[in-house]
């Protein structure tokens, strides 16, 4: 089983902070030969919420997810074998403050350490 770690969600989204350009842009994070898909601005409503949930975030209804999604600046989904297991959502004014939030990785993928 592949591991993806916290930090690899949020080097992600501090490179798009700095080259921030709202298209989709693919990265492929490689470690012991499986492959991790790191996806921009593809995460639905629904799949923000499942995740949440099966990571033990508090339930939220289904429009403040697609409101936060809609308001933020980009978000990053991690994908293995078609399976969404993680995420991070950069929000700000485009400008000058932004924040890295709601990560949240599938438990059987985190990472005890790098």
Not at 12 to 40: A, C, S
Request: hydrophobic share 45%; charged share 25%; proline share 2%.
């Amino acid at each position: 089983m592949k591991m993806v770690g916290c930090m690899q969600v949020h080097n992600v989204l501090n490179e798009r902070m700095k080259k921030y350009t709202g298209h989709v842009v693919k990265n492929r994070l490689w470690r012991k030969n499986r492959m991790i898909e790191l996806v921009d601005n593809i995460l639905t409503p629904e799949d923000f919420v499942r995740l949440r949930t099966a990571t033990g975030f508090a339930d939220i209804p289904l429009e403040h997810a697609r409101k936060a999604l809609q308001n933020g600046l980009i978000n990053v989904s991690a994908i293995k074998d078609g399976e969404l297991i993680g995420m991070g959502r950069l929000v700000g004014d485009g400008a000058m403050n932004s924040r890295i939030l709601n990560f949240s990785i599938k438990f059987g993928y985190m990472m005890m350490h790098s």
